[in-house]
């Protein structure tokens, strides 16, 4: 089981890493964002906008709403100026969230209709928030890997080191 200090640690954590992914990106070279790495979704444009996608389809579902974007192929965003815009904002929206959740939601289930098997299915929150996070950090080492292809180092990319975590200060 998880707990609210969890997802706000979680949380920190996945902006930092995308801030840091994001900021060298800026290093690549004209059309390399956009240019098939053979990553799961090809691209890292896409596999950032796949990241986005879902982030928002969760946040969708964690808040009751029905699910805003169906089309998740559909880009996000044109260039990577758009992409931090996003990214920042999106981060910022996910970080004033979880500062809300409670051990007592965390403890509850949540049914949702999943698009990818076709079904109404509930699992436990704690479990689906997880995945969320997880989600993230799986897709970003693909990014990280096509960076480092690309011959860009990205950093320090482990949580205990995560300068947004206030105990670490």
């Known amino acids: 089981m998880?707990?609210?200090?969890?997802?706000?640690?979680?949380?920190e954590y996945n902006r930092w890493q995308n801030e840091s992914l994001l900021n060298v990106s800026e290093k690549l070279k004209s059309g390399e964002l956009e240019e098939d790495k053979k990553l799961f979704f090809g691209s890292m444009a896409k596999t950032?906008?796949?990241i986005i996608m879902m982030d928002l389809s969760w946040?969708?579902?964690?808040?009751s709403r029905p699910i805003q974007k169906l089309d998740f192929q559909e880009m996000q965003f044109s260039n990577l100026t758009e992409l931090k815009k996003l990214r920042t904002e999106l981060d910022s929206t996910i970080s004033e969230w979880v500062k809300t959740i409670t051990s007592e939601w965390l403890t509850q289930d949540l049914k949702f209709y999943?698009?990818?098997?076709?079904?109404?299915?509930?699992?436990?929150i704690w479990l689906l928030i997880t995945h969320f996070f997880n989600h993230q950090t799986h897709h970003r080492s693909q990014i990280s890997t096509a960076l480092l292809q690309s011959g860009l180092d990205y950093g320090v990319t482990d949580i205990p080191w995560n300068p947004f975590y206030p105990k670490l200060r």
């Open 2 to 11: 998880i707990d609210p200090e969890y997802c706000v640690a979680l949380a």
């Open 48 to 50: 950032w906008n796949h």
């Open 114 to 124: 999943s698009y990818m098997y076709k079904k109404e299915i509930t699992l436990p």
């Open 59 to 63: 946040l969708d579902r964690f808040h």
